[in-house]
């Protein structure tokens, strides 16, 4: 193992990919490196399989929707995740749609990546969490990585994948450091990982609030036993991982960022309350940001998200309840 920057195992995976199927190119708004994914990536394989583009989503979203019709593999590279938006239609009904309604006769390996995520006082338009619109499609893949390790493999088997996946990247992990194998690996998709066992209570968190649930889990070791889920994938959704850990603890927290209302938290604790309903012992719950546009504010924008103190308390009211 070796110590890497999240960002710099992102680089590694498109570098390896790259190297590997001359199938694969990037297209969109980071293509010169701009937060550190695509870096040296243009010098290295020139303008045809790196190419920068101008703030046109719709465009170069459809030009990489044809090419994976042709046979090639484009990541598309939307620089906000927010303006998905702008592609939309290229996104939902084109690239999820294509493989079914050609009745399998054409593949889809596309791969739509990007950075999303708070902290960074960039306001309502630059700061949303998208992961739970893109679930809702059928077609797409969902991926969420939270730890180093994770963003490279994941990314790789992403790139490899036939099917459309929505890779996203939490902007506040691109300088965490962490453990990473050297050489070439990859990380299946749909496959969760517990972060932390544990008997009291089931915390499913997604991206950074992985490491917000784990800093809250050593913190309590001695009082509460907290074990950590974290999903990876959020479609196609590894429930047998989060059932058996309920089984075992008997409560459910799930944190993420986005809004709680009809946000990812609410399928979970669906799955799990009709699925494992005799197995709870108290009612499932689900930290989440607010339901309202990200403030500029520094100090408005610090309470529209979870935190720390915010997992915490909830788990102790979950414990006491």
């Known amino acids: 193992m070796r110590e890497v920057v999240f960002v710099r195992a992102l680089n590694e995976a498109l570098t390896e990919e790259m190297q590997r199927d001359e199938n694969v190119f990037i297209v969109g708004e980071e293509g010169r490196g701009v937060f550190g994914v695509t870096r040296g990536l243009l010098k290295k394989f020139g303008p045809k399989r790196t190419r920068p583009t101008p703030i046109s989503e719709a465009a170069f979203t ?3 929707v044809g090419a994976a019709m042709a046979g090639l593999r484009p990541v598309i590279e939307i620089m906000y995740l927010d303006f998905v938006t702008c592609c939309w239609d290229q996104i939902a009904n084109q690239a999820a749609k294509l493989r079914y309604m050609s009745g399998g006769q054409l593949r889809m390996p596309l791969v739509i990546r990007g950075q999303q995520g708070n902290l960074t006082r960039e306001a309502a338009q630059h700061s949303q969490q998208i992961e739970g619109w893109c679930a809702q499609i059928p077609g797409l893949k969902v991926v969420m990585p939270a730890m180093v390790e994770d963003a490279k493999g994941l990314l790789k088997s992403a790139i490899r994948d036939d099917n459309p996946v929505v890779f996203v990247e ?3 992990l691109y300088g ?4 990473m194998p050297r050489g070439e690996y990859t990380t299946p998709l749909g496959v969760a990982k517990v972060q932390r066992e544990g008997t009291d209570i089931t915390v499913v968190a997604t991206a950074v609030n992985v490491h917000r649930a784990l800093a809250v889990a050593e913190k309590l070791a001695d009082e509460i036993s907290v074990e950590v889920v974290d999903p990876r994938t959020l479609v196609p959704l590894d429930t047998e991982t989060i059932l058996a850990s309920v089984h075992k603890t008997g409560r459910l ?3 993420h960022d986005a809004p709680v209302r009809l946000g990812f938290g609410a399928e979970v604790v669906r799955i799990v309350t009709e699925e494992a309903f005799d197995a709870l012992v108290a009612a499932p719950r ?4 607010a339901n309202l546009p990200m403030p500029f504010s520094a100090p408005l924008e610090d309470v529209c998200i979870p935190n720390e103190d915010d997992v915490e308390r909830t788990v102790r009211q ?4």
């Open 62 to 64: 459809g030009l990489g």
């Open 170 to 172: 939490h902007r506040g």
């Open 176 to 179: 965490k450091k962490g453990p």
């Open 253 to 255: 927290l799930v944190v």
């Open 286 to 289: 689900v930290l989440g940001g």
């Open 318 to 321: 979950m414990m006491e309840g």
